[in-house]
């Protein structure tokens, strides 16, 4: 298993440019999520899927859109880039939170983004 | 609304001195508890969880924690330091109104001296 898998590992964006973040898991989670990694601010949730066609908002989802056609794939998309969405991203994913086991979310290795 | 505290910013130890991470939260019900560590350059990994059951939770690479209600605390301990384990810890809590929403810490560092 390749676990979470993220691409592209880096970008650089000029202001206003957009661009989408992939994000594939092929361990058949059906939930998974966005965050962001800003220094000594910890993780922030930007949205999450609890499964094919579902998703909803996290904390700091303004700036962001998202979809979830398939189980394995959760993209995040950028619209008009700016500076506060300098960071870095990782993308997530596990079975129901609920379960009493196996519920922990598998992180893939991240997307350094900056926007100049 | 859920929040975790991780009240240092990092943790200095000595290569087999016991080491502890600090970890409070706030969580209206029972609280999920999570322990991830982040090398440099990588994703979160795993560590360790509270759910259910006993309160001294055994995981990873001999790391522990120990779910103490009345503090609301879920502190990481490790008897015996590695210089490998130094990294950066989060200690996680799962909203009880939303299975997909979790609060992170800000996160510790920790430096393992020879």
């Known amino acids: 298993n390749a676990g979470v898998t993220q691409t592209p590992k880096f970008r650089i964006l000029k202001i206003g440019q957009s661009m989408t973040l992939q994000c594939t898991q092929d361990m058949n989670h059906n939930y998974m999520y966005w965050y962001r990694q800003d220094p000594g601010m910890g993780l922030k949730l930007i949205y999450y899927?609890?499964?094919?066609?579902?998703?909803d908002k996290g904390e700091v989802p303004n700036g962001y859109n998202v979809s979830r056609s398939t189980t394995e794939d959760f993209p995040l998309r950028l619209e008009l880039a700016a500076p506060s969405q300098t960071s870095v991203y990782f993308c997530?994913?596990?079975?129901?939170?609920?379960?009493?086991?196996?519920?922990?979310?598998?992180f893939g290795p991240g997307t350094r983004l900056t926007v100049l | 609304a859920q929040s975790v505290a991780q009240p240092e910013d990092q943790v200095n130890v000595a290569e087999g001195n016991p080491l502890t991470v600090k970890c409070t939260y706030s969580v209206s019900g029972n609280p999920y508890l999570f322990w991830y560590v982040q090398y440099p350059n990588r994703g979160l990994q795993f560590l360790l969880k509270?759910?259910?059951?006993?309160?001294l939770v055994k995981g990873s690479y001999g790391f522990e924690a120990e779910f103490n209600k009345s503090q609301t605390s879920f502190h990481l301990k490790k008897p015996s330091a590695l210089v490998s384990d130094s990294a950066l810890y989060f200690c996680?809590?799962?909203?009880?109104?939303?299975?997909?929403?979790?609060?992170f810490g800000a996160g510790t560092q920790v430096v393992v001296t020879p």
């Open positions: 509270y759910i259910t059951g006993d309160n």
């Open positions: 997530a994913s596990s079975y129901h939170p609920g379960l009493a086991d196996y519920n922990e979310q598998f």
């Open positions: 899927s609890v499964g094919a066609g579902i998703t």
């Open positions: 996680a809590v799962r909203e009880s109104d939303s299975w997909g929403k979790f609060q």
